[in-house]
């Protein structure tokens, strides 16, 4: 017995050398099996051991380099690895003394969207709302090419290193419970891009944009009171992947700061630069969308009309540099703060990517801006930016649009589009002497007015009563 006691505790004593002479590593969950990395870029990988100053090698088979690095004194550590042009599927290796495999790796094109519920509204709908097209797009939505990873949902107040998820590629199983927007954008990029397209997805419904900045980043509005549950979903679920490779990012939120217009143009312009900071890969694109009309409120007073908030979001094309807005403004719905046709805004999140991030040209990237007014007698004739061939309300009634003297009285105006479909005409019997023009600019409009590719016109207003 004394015998098989003694054997039993060399045996013990022997896994346990074993166990300290071969370190474990271990990597964030997004660095696994059918990954996509961002092609022609120095992308980092990272990671920790159980050992500290302890040796780690990176090898890649799409060029057989060896990268290393030393293990900090808590274990952890990086390098960064360059990528090839797209293409696929490879492989990575990375030991410390065990080694492990990383495999069915593509190269190609990585982008980040994220936001509120509108961005986390699935392909399948969700919160009792459809999505239009969701079946087709699921049938068809077979394609190795297209991969997701969504972020699981969680809020802390410390910064994580780590998040549940794994890499999916698109099929009728995995598709239905993705972002809706952005599944339909990776779907359209790779259609035109001919190259794979890798998707993060990290959103969560009702989140203000507080919540999405880190505690460096929100520090500066720490002592307002507007500012709500600050840096709890960046710590949970942006917190790890900031570093991955991307391209650029997607963003879909506003909604749950319609209360606080005029703060917004100062905290999605320091979240856009926050992130920025954090991902340590230069001035990425961020394109966003602006929300879609609905009714939030009953009132109309500043604060509680939508169009303010609308309007904040485009302020901040001026603000926030290599930046992107796309317009909603046709799409919205009285009834729910969901609009349906996310397939809509999927493929204006990609027209804007294809023609600013990638260069294709033909065709504009965003519907028309306000751009100045002019009054003739007892009419103003609005002008815009990204007009193109002209302007275009497919043949339906033009309204929306509202008119005012020096009472500040806005009335429904008459409006035609005016000379070769460049400006919009407008007047009003009951405003002899106009000074002040507004389009849409209500919590719910139904917009009416286009570019001739379909693109709307922002809301906007001429005024800053």
Same mark, same amino acid.
């Given at each position: 017995?004394?015998?098989?006691?003694?054997?039993?505790?060399?045996?013990?004593?022997?896994?346990?050398?074993?166990?300290?002479?071969?370190?474990?590593?271990?990597?964030?969950?997004?660095?696994?099996?059918?990954?996509?990395?961002?092609?022609?870029?120095?992308?980092?990988?990272?990671?920790? @051991?159980?050992?500290?100053?302890?040796?780690?090698?990176?090898?890649?088979?799409?060029? /057989?380099?060896?990268?290393?690095? *030393?293990?900090? =004194?808590?274990?952890?550590?990086? &390098?960064?690895?360059?990528?090839?042009?797209? %293409?696929?599927?490879?492989?990575?290796?990375?030991?410390?003394?065990?080694?492990?495999?990383?495999?069915?790796?593509?190269?190609?094109?990585? +982008?980040?969207?994220?936001?509120?519920?509108?961005?986390?509204?699935?392909?399948?709908?969700?919160? %009792?709302?459809?999505?239009?097209?969701?079946?087709?797009?699921? &049938?068809?939505?077979?394609?190795?090419?297209?991969?997701?990873?969504?972020?699981?949902?969680?809020?802390?107040?410390?910064?994580?290193?780590?998040?549940?998820?794994? +890499?999916?590629?698109?099929?009728?199983?995995? &598709?239905? =419970?993705?972002?809706?927007?952005?599944?339909?954008?990776?779907?359209?990029?790779?259609?035109?891009?001919?190259?794979?397209?890798?998707?993060?997805?990290?959103?969560?419904?009702?989140?203000? *944009?507080?919540?999405?900045?880190?505690?460096?980043?929100?520090?500066?509005?720490?002592?307002?009171?507007?500012?709500?549950?600050?840096?709890?979903?960046?710590?949970?679920?942006?917190?790890?992947?900031?570093?991955?490779?991307?391209? $650029?990012?997607? +963003?879909?939120?506003?909604?749950?700061?319609?209360?606080?217009?005029?703060?917004?143009?100062?905290?999605?312009? @320091?979240?856009?630069?926050?992130?920025?900071?954090?991902?340590?890969?230069?001035?990425?694109?961020?394109?966003?969308?602006?929300?879609?009309?609905?009714?939030?409120?009953?009132?109309?007073?500043?604060?509680?009309?939508?169009?303010?908030?609308?309007?904040?979001?485009?302020?901040?094309?001026?603000?926030?540099?290599?930046? %992107?807005?796309?317009?909603?403004?046709?799409? $919205?719905?009285?009834?729910?703060?969901?609009?349906?046709?996310?397939?809509?805004?999927?493929?204006?999140?990609?027209?804007?990517?294809?023609?600013?991030?990638?260069?294709?040209?033909?065709?504009?990237?965003?519907?028309?801006?306000?751009?100045?007014?002019?009054? =003739?007698?007892?009419?103003?004739?609005?002008?815009?930016?990204? *007009?193109?061939?002209?302007?275009?309300?497919?043949?339906?009634?033009?309204?929306?649009?509202?008119? /005012?003297?020096?009472?500040?009285?806005?009335?429904? /105006?008459?409006?035609?589009?005016?000379?070769?479909?460049?400006?919009?005409?407008?007047?009003?019997?009951?405003?002899?002497?106009?000074? /002040?023009?507004?389009?849409?600019?209500?919590?719910?409009?139904?917009?009416?007015?286009?570019?001739?590719?379909?693109?709307?016109?922002?809301?906007?207003?001429?005024?800053? +009563?």
């Amino acid at each position: 017995m004394k015998r098989y006691q003694l054997i039993m505790a060399l045996f013990a004593s022997f896994l346990l050398l074993a166990e300290g002479v071969q370190a474990r590593i271990t990597m964030p969950s997004f660095f696994s099996d059918g990954m996509v990395l961002q092609q022609k870029s120095a992308v980092a990988i990272w990671g920790s @051991s159980d050992r500290k100053q302890q040796k780690v090698t990176v090898k890649t088979s799409w060029n /057989a380099k060896k990268y290393t690095a *030393v293990t900090d =004194e808590s274990g952890n550590w990086k &390098v960064k690895v360059e990528t090839p042009v797209y %293409g696929g599927p490879y492989s990575i290796e990375v030991s410390d003394g065990e080694s492990v495999h990383i495999n069915n790796v593509l190269i190609g094109e990585v +982008w980040l969207c994220s936001g509120q519920s509108n961005m986390d509204m699935r392909v399948s709908g969700r919160y %009792g709302d459809p999505v239009i097209g969701s079946l087709d797009a699921i &049938v068809t939505s077979g394609n190795p090419e297209v991969r997701m990873f969504m972020v699981g949902s969680k809020m802390t107040s410390e910064p994580l290193t780590d998040c549940e998820g794994i +890499w999916q590629e698109a099929s009728s199983e995995t &598709v239905p =419970e993705f972002s809706a927007a952005g599944y339909f954008f990776a779907r359209k990029l790779n259609q035109v891009l001919k190259v794979p397209v890798g998707i993060i997805h990290a959103s969560y419904g009702g989140s203000r *944009v507080e919540a999405w900045m880190s505690k460096e980043g929100i520090e500066p509005y720490k002592d307002l009171s507007d500012v709500h549950n600050a840096s709890i979903l960046y710590n949970g679920m942006l917190s790890p992947v900031v570093g991955y490779g991307i391209r $650029g990012c997607l +963003w879909y939120q506003g909604e749950a700061n319609v209360d606080v217009p005029d703060l917004y143009t100062q905290l999605f312009p @320091s979240l856009v630069n926050d992130w920025r900071k954090q991902w340590g890969i230069g001035e990425f694109p961020f394109y966003y969308a602006q929300i879609a009309p609905f009714n939030y409120n009953k009132g109309e007073e500043k604060g509680k009309n939508s169009a303010y908030l609308r309007e904040a979001q485009a302020k901040c094309l001026g603000i926030v540099p290599s930046s %992107g807005m796309i317009i909603l403004t046709d799409i $919205g719905d009285a009834r729910t703060i969901h609009p349906m046709e996310k397939e809509t805004v999927g493929n204006r999140f990609a027209y804007m990517a294809l023609g600013l991030t990638y260069g294709k040209k033909g065709f504009p990237v965003t519907g028309p801006l306000y751009k100045s007014m002019q009054i =003739e007698g007892n009419k103003i004739a609005v002008s815009f930016d990204e *007009v193109g061939k002209g302007l275009t309300t497919y043949r339906q009634p033009l309204t929306g649009f509202e008119i /005012a003297g020096e009472d500040r009285v806005f009335h429904p /105006a008459n409006a035609h589009l005016g000379k070769d479909a460049q400006t919009v005409v407008v007047s009003s019997p009951e405003v002899p002497h106009p000074v /002040a023009v507004r389009y849409a600019f209500k919590d719910y409009v139904k917009g009416c007015l286009y570019n001739m590719f379909g693109l709307p016109v922002s809301s906007f207003r001429t005024d800053d +009563w």
